[in-house]
């Protein structure tokens, strides 16, 4: 009789996992029983990855940070250019683009609520926000614009974003694009 192989989970999947509770329960439904009963594994294979709650929590957010900005950086930094030569207005409508598509920042509402009671998740949320901004900010300002200017549409392209996002007002993805569209044309005039 063939003996049954034991599932193994990898760090990433206890992550995935504890990410997708906080954001359908938020915080105070991340536990480690519950999400081995999620993932149908016993409790025993956490501890081979992490010390306990308080460290699963301090890692998810650093898997978050990542999963929320890193992508877009690298998809940013590796974006073939139009003309050979990086024209920044053609970034940025694709960074828009991008958005629209993968949503990097649908675990952002979950984060912004558990930030409300604890230091370091509001510390990373402040740094992803400055860090999008920046993005945002630096293709504006590569298209030529001045730093105030850059900075206010920066904005408003960022806070209509999160706004979205916050309130859970998106639109259908087609018509969605037809209004980042219409965004970036009026942040690019």
Not at 6 to 25: C, H, I, P
Not at 107 to 114: G, L
Request: no cysteine.
């Amino acid at each position: 009789m063939a003996e049954k192989k034991k599932k193994r989970l990898k760090k990433e999947d206890w992550l995935e996992a504890a990410l997708e509770v906080l954001k359908s329960e938020g915080v105070e439904g991340v536990y480690v029983e519950p999400l081995a009963k999620r993932i149908g594994i016993t409790k025993g294979s956490f501890y081979w990855h992490f010390k306990d709650r308080p460290a699963l929590l301090t890692e998810l957010l650093e898997y978050w940070r990542e999963k929320s900005t890193g992508g877009i950086i690298s998809f940013i930094k590796d974006l073939p250019d139009k003309d050979g030569n990086g024209d920044p207005t053609d970034k940025l409508w694709e960074l828009m683009k991008y958005i629209n598509n993968f949503e990097p920042d649908a675990y952002d509402p979950a984060i912004r609520a558990w930030s409300v009671s604890n230091k370091d998740a509001a510390e990373a949320m402040k740094e992803v926000d400055e860090k999008r901004l920046d993005i945002i900010y630096n293709l504006i300002v590569e298209k030529g614009l001045d730093d105030i200017a850059a900075m206010v549409r920066a904005r408003m392209i960022y806070f209509y974003i999160t706004g979205e996002t916050a309130t859970g007002l998106k639109e259908a993805k087609g018509f969605s694009l037809i209004r980042a569209k219409m965004r970036y044309d009026i942040i690019t005039r």
